[in-house]
């Protein structure tokens, strides 16, 4: 029978995963302009460890009432620049020492699964219609897509976030000593 972890013994279980993490992930929002997916995306990335958004062109803010409601207040566990479009923030990670992976359903995007996502990786997702801008696709240094096999064509861009960013701390994980 199972129960569910007491606060200090689920405290003691996310310590030993942030020790095992020792890569650094950030994300660049291309014009993501619905708040609710912005406060998803920001959850997420509280919840993953993200050292670092760039909120390109018109993306929702995270001072944004809307996004409030849906971030949680998670939003004061992260760092956060506005950028004036999806071209600059991607200049901005690649300078602090990202490499840079643009997820959108596109000619020579390769399956998330088989990019290797070792060392510091910057995941750049786009508008919730239109995905990323033309510039930032050329931007970026690979882009990769998440196969599905449903009769859905695309996911939500806070939950393709959240994907991208499991999958690369997945890959760390597998490699690095438990």
Known sequence: MSRNLSPTELKRLHRSWRHRTTARLALVLDGVQNPFNVGGILRSAAAYGVDHLWLAGPSAQPD???????????????????????????????????????????????????????????????????????????????????????????????????IALYEARRQHWTVAPS
């Open 64 to 162: 944004h009432p809307k996004v409030h409601k849906t971030a949680l207040g998670s939003q004061r566990y992260l760092r956060w620049c506005s950028a004036v479009d999806g071209q600059e923030a991607i200049r901005a990670a690649r300078a602090d020492g990202y490499h840079v992976v643009g997820l959108e359903l596109a000619e020579g995007a390769s399956p998330l699964y088989t990019v290797p996502l070792e060392g510091d990786v910057c995941f750049v997702v786009g508008h919730e219609d239109r995905g990323l801008s033309h510039a930032a696709s050329e931007a970026c240094d690979r882009l990769a897509y998440l196969p599905l096999v449903g009769k859905i064509a695309s996911l939500n861009v806070g939950t393709a976030a959240t």
